[in-house]
């Protein structure tokens, strides 16, 4: 999971959390980043009953993560003030929101809004996020990559694309629905 010292998106499948006080296994766990590439909070969805947030950093220990929180200090994502979501994104590349049970529509769609896992355009070229890298304590994204053409990956990194830019209501907004330009910083 932790290459180079960083903890990959698609590695925070099926793992393990360790709380102070139990274990739980998690079927995905979702950093929400902001616009200065920090993460403020993660969602935890966890094999059984609804996503849940999780405000502290975590500390990797093999394929296991660690926290020093409570598993009673976990919140429901409806605590999360819908107007905060505009001003994040989260990259879930298997749509994991959509069969969702238990959370209130509207903050489902506020997080369907915030996937960055649709194409988007940089540079006049188009790209696809394949991956995102997180500090090995998940406080902050590191780099994307991205794919483009069929096999040629690039990585972004903080000051090279605008995050925000990338996210799918934007370009939805916009009525370019796949073809929004990022705006390089």
Known sequence: MPIEGRVRQRGLVD???VFADSERAASHVFPFVDRRWRVPF???NFSEGRPMVLDAPFRPDRFRFRTALRVRDLRRIES???QDFDELVHFDPWWVFRPVS?????????????NIAAPFRHGGRRYEVRDLAFSPELDRLEEITAKRALFRTFTFHPDEIELLA???????????????TAKAL
């Open 42 to 44: 993660v969602v935890v």
């Open 15 to 17: 793992r393990r959390i």
């Open 166 to 180: 990338l996210r799918a209501t934007t370009r939805r907004d916009s009525g370019l629905q796949s073809g929004y």
């Open 102 to 114: 238990g959370v209130d529509r509207a903050w489902v769609e506020a997080v369907f809004a915030t």
């Open 80 to 82: 999360v003030p819908l």
